[in-house]
């Protein structure tokens, strides 16, 4: 039988009301419906909506239609009419109960205005699921999670668990299925669990509630590892435990390593492997005899202690480490990262089976240990490996020279050292090496020679670092090859190979009490303003900066050149001989006098202070020095004196009669003269001429007379020569008294005053046309021409002829016309006379 509820009724608006339109209100509380109209405006869109629903009920609401007068509910159920309701104009909500449940419905309302239908509006909707049977079991699937199992039922979506308990807990668990799970429940607690079922139009009523009680939580373990052979493990309490059982395996071993049962709150295991990752179990039990819930934890032994630890040396650069290595372990589970500690506070990590402890120094002890750790801790630290560093590098280097040319190099011990090693470096780089196991080292060194010494210490893990490096300069070396020449009287030249390590050479010249210094970087030296003819003691001294000078070089004696000889006298013997005198002031010394013209040069050598030059050149100017030579080198040349000599006769000297009274005498150069007086001397008279040329004319000259010719040549200082020439013949005596005249048969005659000569004669006319001469013997006054032609102008000349044959040329000519007489000569008319052309 179905029936129909209205509740009107006013009251606060819950949550599921808000869902209601603004102009409407409707209050629902349990499951009871409470019908409140509200006065609104009407609507023209008339809707209808399931409000809520039950098992057997439905309750519908719908807006208000306006001019409604009252609404009709139908229920229909498979084409069939289940229920009618109808409900006032003021009523937007009712409900339909006493329905078959989970049935589907179609719910028809209309909007009646007294039998008129004025709209209709539908909705579709079920009944809710009718209630479940009660749960079938409950089980404990852990401490927090319940396991149920009930029966299905169809048409149902889901289902919901309900779970209370007395302390005011209250939960509902959605299903889809069972069995089900009802998780984050509070340990050993027993709950109250009940069953509704679900579909589209709501939830059934709860099923009769059964009980449920979960187990004991699991105990919170924790663990550790001690050692690399055990494992401690314990827990919290756990509430209502009155026992526990802890078991242990080796992880992906299925093998368990013992089964423990305990009241107690922890647990050791021993004999474990190192290294190795274990599987602890542990839960309690509750006084029923239930087993709790059970927890598990992991946790790995300590590693082995690391073995067969090695120490050695490594350099990076110039940094210098220990490089620590280990045997790993191949079967330690799980990362491994082994420390490294000296106890010099020198540490590092690592994960593989070598590390480096960086910086070291020299002569350090280390004594390192190695420990490996794991997530569990560390292992025990190794056997100490104890490791003495390289040793320091010696100091205070210190070298001793001796006379011997060899070194010795000290230096001090260091703690450590098992030997040394000496590096003698020279500046060739060449590097010598002396191993010992002392603290000193000899090595040959030669003079000059710069070091770069320096000494290495040697243990079981090297060298030591490179020390202090002493630079060491022997004895500047004594020049070699020293010759010391004098250059002057009071200069010596000393030249000299350059020594090695020498920067400065001092060069001593002393003599008595004199000293003569000069320095210089080069390997010569010029002292000058020595005493002349003095013997000195020379020493080159080779220095520098870092050995100083070596003062015990060879010196050497040399003599200074000879003093110059002073007041030299000229003495002529003659005019090519002169005596040379001088002041000498020399120990032991030999002389050389040179005489040096203009065209040659004599000398003359003498150990005295005297000396003849011999062999003078004529017309010339000679310069005289003595200069003075011993083993030591020449002198100075003496202040020069000069000598002139008589100038030079004349080599060719001719005398050329220009007339028969004037001469003409010349003559080739004379070297030195430059005035000349030529003179002619007869016992008849003499001439002379005065001059500077190389020739003149001598008048007064008588004819047919011999000469002697002698000449004196002057230079420019006066000093003169005599010369003597071969004499000369003055030409014969031009014929006197010449007349022509004419004689039978066309010939002319000749006639001149007989001199007595004894000279021939030649008589010459010469006419325009034609020429005639004829000849006299000595002694004849005249000769004839024959067939001369008249009728012409004749230039006629008698002259001597010389003993040669030449006719004298300067004799007068006389001037004659000759005029015919028919075929005939005629007149012979004299024209006068004319000199010689």
């Known amino acids: 039988m179905l029936s129909f509820t209205i509740f009107n009724c006013w009251r606060f608006i819950t949550e599921q009301e808000k869902k209601l339109d603004f102009s409407e209100r409707i209050f629902f509380s349990g499951c009871q419906m409470c019908l409140i109209m509200i006065f609104a405006l009407p609507s023209l869109d008339f809707k209808v909506s399931v409000f809520s629903a039950t098992s057997k009920t439905v309750t519908l609401r719908w807006t208000r239609y306006s001019g409604a007068t009252s609404y009709q509910i139908t229920v229909k159920s498979?084409?069939?009419?289940?229920?009618?309701?109808?409900?006032?104009?003021?009523?937007?909500?009712?409900?339909?109960?006493?329905?078959?449940?989970?049935?589907?419905?179609n719910f028809v309302v209309e909007a009646m205005s007294g039998s008129q239908k004025l709209s209709t509006a539908s909705v579709e909707s079920s009944t809710a699921p009718d209630m479940m049977e009660p749960i079938l079991t409950v089980k404990s699937l852990d401490s927090t999670t319940l396991t149920v199992e009930f029966n299905l039922r169809n048409g149902v979506s889901h289902y919901i668990i309900r779970v209370e308990n007395s302390n005011g807990f209250f939960r509902e668990v959605a299903a889809s299925s069972s069995p089900a799970e009802i998780e984050s429940l509070a340990p050993y607690t027993e709950y109250s669990l009940s069953i509704m079922a679900v579909n589209t139009a709501g939830r059934s009523q709860p099923s009769i509630p059964v009980t449920g009680k979960t187990v004991l939580a699991p105990p919170q373990l924790s663990s550790s590892s001690t050692s690399n052979s055990s494992i401690v493990v314990s827990w919290d309490p756990v509430a209502h435990a009155v026992q526990y059982?802890?078991?242990?395996?080796?992880?992906?071993?299925?093998?368990?390593?013992?089964?423990?049962?305990?009241?107690?709150?922890?647990?050791?295991?021993?004999?474990?492997?190192?290294?190795?990752?274990?599987?602890?179990?542990?839960?309690?039990?509750?006084?029923?005899?239930?087993?709790?819930?059970?927890?598990?934890?992991?946790?790995?032994?300590?590693?082995?202690?690391?073995?067969?630890?090695n120490v050695s040396v490594v350099m990076n650069g110039s940094v210098a480490g220990l490089l620590v290595s280990w045997e790993p372990d191949q079967e330690v589970y799980g990362p491994i990262e082994y420390n490294v500690m000296s106890d010099l506070n020198l540490m590092c990590k690592t994960t593989s089976s070598s590390c480096t402890l960086s910086v070291v120094g020299c002569g350090e002890v280390h004594t390192i240990q190695v420990t490996a750790s794991n997530e569990a801790g560390p292992s025990y630290?190794?056997?100490?490996?104890?490791?003495?560093?390289?040793?320091?590098?010696?100091?205070?280097?210190?070298?001793?020279?001796?006379?011997?040319?060899?070194?010795?190099?000290?230096?001090?011990?260091?703690?450590?050292?098992?030997?040394?090693?000496?590096?003698?470096?020279?500046?060739?780089?060449?590097?010598?090496?002396?191993?010992?196991?002392?603290?000193?080292c000899t090595f040959h060194c030669p003079c000059g020679q710069t070091y770069l010494l320096s000494v290495l210490a040697f243990n079981h893990a090297g060298s030591s670092p490179q020390g202090q490096v002493l630079n060491y300069t022997t004895l500047v070396c004594c020049p070699e090859d020293v010759s010391v020449s004098a250059v002057s009287t009071d200069t010596l030249d000393i030249r000299w190979m350059p020594s090695r390590g020498a920067v400065l050479y001092e060069t001593r010249a002393t003599h008595s009490s004199e000293v003569i210094l000069c320095n210089d970087t080069a390997p010569v030296c010029v002292l000058s303003g020595l005493s002349c003819d003095t013997a000195y003691s020379v020493v080159v001294i080779p220095c520098n900066d870092v050995s100083g000078c070596n003062l015990a070089c060879k010196a050497h004696t040399k003599d200074t050149a000879p003093c110059m000889p002073n007041n030299v006298m000229l003495n002529p013997k003659n005019s090519s001989c002169v005596t040379v005198s001088w002041t000498a002031n020399n120990k032991a010394a030999n002389y050389t006098v040179s005489a040096n013209g203009d065209d040659d040069k004599h000398i003359c050598s003498t150990n005295k202070s005297s000396c003849d030059i011999t062999d003078l050149s004529c017309g010339s100017t000679y310069e005289v020095s003595v200069e003075a030579t011993s083993t030591?080198?020449?002198?100075?040349?003496?202040?020069?004196?000069?000598?002139?000599?008589?100038?030079?006769?004349?080599?060719?000297?001719?005398?050329?009669?220009?007339?028969?009274?004037?001469?003409?005498?010349?003559?080739?150069?004379?070297?030195?003269a430059r005035l000349f007086i030529a003179t002619l001397?007869?016992?008849?008279?003499?001439?002379?001429?005065?001059?500077?040329?190389?020739?003149?004319?001598?008048g007064c000259i008588t004819c047919s007379t011999n000469y002697t010719v002698t000449m004196e040549a002057i230079s420019h200082n006066g000093r003169r020569s005599n010369c003597t020439y071969q004499g000369f013949s003055s030409s014969p005596c031009c014929q006197s008294g010449v007349k022509l005249y004419s004689t039978s048969s066309n010939s002319l005659r000749v006639y001149w005053r007989s001199t007595g000569s004894n000279h021939s004669s030649i008589a010459e006319m010469v006419g325009s046309n034609s020429n005639y001469n004829c000849t006299a013997a000595p002694g004849d006054n005249s000769c004839d021409f024959g067939s001369v032609q008249c009728g012409d102008v004749y230039h006629v000349v008698v002259a001597p002829l010389t003993q040669e044959g030449s006719k004298v040329q300067f004799c007068p000519e006389r001037l004659y016309s000759v005029t015919c007489l028919g075929d005939n000569i005629g007149t012979v008319i004299y024209r006068g006379k004319r000199s010689v052309d």
């Open 78 to 105: 498979q084409s069939e009419h289940v229920a009618f309701a109808s409900f006032g104009p003021n009523t937007v909500m009712g409900s339909v109960t006493s329905l078959p449940p989970n049935v589907m419905y």
């Open 245 to 309: 059982t802890v078991s242990i395996c080796k992880l992906d071993s299925n093998t368990s390593m013992g089964v423990y049962n305990t009241s107690n709150t922890s647990l050791t295991f021993s004999g474990l492997d190192a290294g190795s990752l274990y599987v602890i179990t542990c839960f309690a039990w509750d006084l029923e005899r239930r087993k709790g819930d059970s927890s598990n934890i992991k946790q790995a032994t300590r590693p082995r202690t690391p073995a067969s630890v």
């Open 381 to 440: 630290p190794s056997s100490p490996a104890v490791f003495i560093t390289f040793p320091c590098p010696p100091e205070s280097l210190a070298l001793v020279e001796s006379s011997e040319g060899n070194c010795t190099l000290t230096w001090k011990t260091v703690a450590h050292a098992d030997s040394y090693m000496a590096l003698i470096e020279t500046a060739g780089s060449s590097v010598e090496t002396c191993n010992t196991t002392s603290n000193n």
């Open 632 to 672: 030591a080198g020449p002198s100075l040349p003496s202040y020069s004196e000069f000598l002139e000599t008589e100038p030079c006769c004349p080599v060719n000297l001719t005398v050329d009669q220009v007339t028969q009274a004037i001469t003409n005498v010349s003559w080739s150069h004379a070297k030195g």
């Open 681 to 698: 001397t007869s016992s008849r008279g003499h001439a002379r001429c005065h001059t500077q040329d190389s020739h003149c004319l001598m």
